[in-house]
């Protein structure tokens, strides 16, 4: 087999002559070299399909280096400027990792807070969620409130949250989240109570926040719950976790139940021990009860010095996967669900030890297999807006896959060839028409490589 090499758009394109599908073309839409544009994985086109938005976070800083919110107009390369800290720092505060609204004409991103000093820097527990308008730059919107004060008020946080998404239905936001109290406890105890959780706000319950003197405290415009309890050591062979993360809403507004009404929920990976002590990931789902300002049986809402916020009542934690007594396993990947919430996508090896891709009913039962590919997915599953087809990384190139009892050979065709460096944080417009992604690409010279974006369009 004879290997062709090409260089288009500074990317190395790696194809064979055996190579019969036919690749869309790539349309770099970001060009400035001084700075990264950075989709981060998150919902980045506006509701008409026209802007994407990203940030510009800095290799060294990461987030917290990022000085500004941007978007950019797919159609004429246009970019503007929605969020911009002048003078930041590699330390921060920093503004990352931002969504656009589903409907409306807006976008959340994690703001660290503005105190931020080199000695007392960007950190996953001193941070919030902020809302801009994208006709009213730089006007800033504060969404959860933070209060890191004894006594602490519920409704309201304690550290700081990360990647905030909207549900389709734009009723709430949710997202992961460090305890800046926890943490505190973990220095002077030596025990790791520094553990990722998921929470969750929506704007039924207004709160107050009492202002501090060192500028820790918060006032935010929406009411806040943590949704999944973790514990520091669970106990072996339990449903308990000590860490959730890679977390994403249930359907438009969440999956139909037995009694055929719709259940607000979101899905997450929660990392068990298995009977042995061993961490093993699992997914799970967090049913998440209409009202959320109701302690629940686990203690206070907002916590106390010594334990983390608790979930609300009527919260309810199921466990979705149990790979731990398999021959390989854990489960891994930002899930995601079907715009129809009957399934929920995920990684995890097959019976070869081949990374693919999973997908299971919220209620539970049987996972079924998607992908088969001769070697491991690599990351990035989005759902098609009408759920007949899935998009993800694998052998350095975007693969679209349909969702059906087809043959696999017959499902899964490359939409990208295959690159030297694989596309990263893949996103699908909400009319299904075009996929954006990031690439690194070369500068001239001396220059660090810059992540660009790059969108692909569907016939």
Not at 339 to 356: R, T, V
């Amino acid at each position: 087999m004879k290997i062709y090499y090409a260089v288009i758009a500074g990317i190395l394109l790696v194809s064979s002559c055996t190579t019969t599908e036919k690749q869309m073309k790539e349309i770099q839409i970001t060009t400035d070299n001084s700075k990264n544009h950075d989709l981060d994985n998150n919902d980045n086109f506006s509701p008409d399909g026209k802007w994407l938005v990203y940030d510009t976070r800095t290799a060294v800083g990461g987030i917290g280096g990022s000085p500004s919110i941007e978007r950019v107009n797919i159609e004429t390369g246009e970019t503007q400027v929605l969020f911009g800290i002048p003078e930041n720092k590699d330390w921060g505060p920093g503004a990352g990792a931002v969504s656009y609204h589903p409907t409306e004409n807006e976008v959340v991103f994690i703001h660290g807070l503005p105190i931020c000093t080199e000695e007392n820097p960007y950190q996953q527990w001193r941070r919030l969620g902020v809302i801009v308008k994208d006709n009213n730059p730089n006007v800033v919107l504060n969404m959860d409130s933070r209060d890191v004060t004894y006594p602490f008020t519920p409704g309201a946080l304690r550290g700081g949250t990360h990647r905030h998404e909207w549900s389709r239905d734009g009723k709430w936001v949710g997202y992961t989240y460090n305890d800046a109290i926890m943490k505190k406890l973990e220095d002077s105890t030596g025990v790791k109570w520094n553990l990722r959780t998921v929470a969750v706000s929506n704007q039924q319950h207004p709160l107050a926040v009492d202002k501090d003197n060192a500028g820790e405290n918060v006032q935010g415009t929406w009411s806040s719950a943590v949704v999944v309890r973790v514990v520091p050591n669970p106990v072996p062979g339990s449903d308990e976790i000590s860490n959730a993360a890679s977390d994403s809403w249930i359907g438009t507004g969440g999956y139909v139940i037995p009694d055929g009404s719709i259940q607000v929920a979101r899905a997450f990976i929660g990392s068990v021990r298995d009977k042995d002590g061993k961490p093993v990931d699992e997914l799970f789902v967090v049913d998440i009860p209409d009202s959320i300002n109701v302690p629940g049986e686990y203690g206070p809402l907002e916590g106390t010095l010594n334990s983390f916020p608790m979930p609300p009542k009527g919260t309810v934690q199921r466990r979705l996967t149990f790979t731990a007594n398999s021959k390989y396993p854990g489960c891994g990947g930002v899930v995601r669900s079907s715009s129809d919430g009957k399934l929920i996508s995920y990684q995890a090896k097959d019976q070869n030890g081949i990374q693919q891709i999973f997908a299971i009913s919220p209620s539970g039962g049987e996972s079924i297999q998607i992908t088969e590919h001769t070697s491991g997915v690599q990351s990035g599953v989005r759902w098609s807006p009408d759920n007949k087809s899935i998009i993800y990384v694998w052998d350095n190139s975007i693969v679209q896959c349909e969702v059906s009892s087809l043959p696999f050979e017959k499902r899964f065709h490359r939409l990208t060839d295959k690159t030297l460096e694989a596309p990263s944080n893949l996103v699908w417009s909400n009319d299904g028409r075009t996929i954006a992604f990031n690439r690194i690409v070369p500068v001239e010279g001396s220059g660090e490589p810059k992540k660009q974006i790059f969108i692909i369009q569907l016939d």
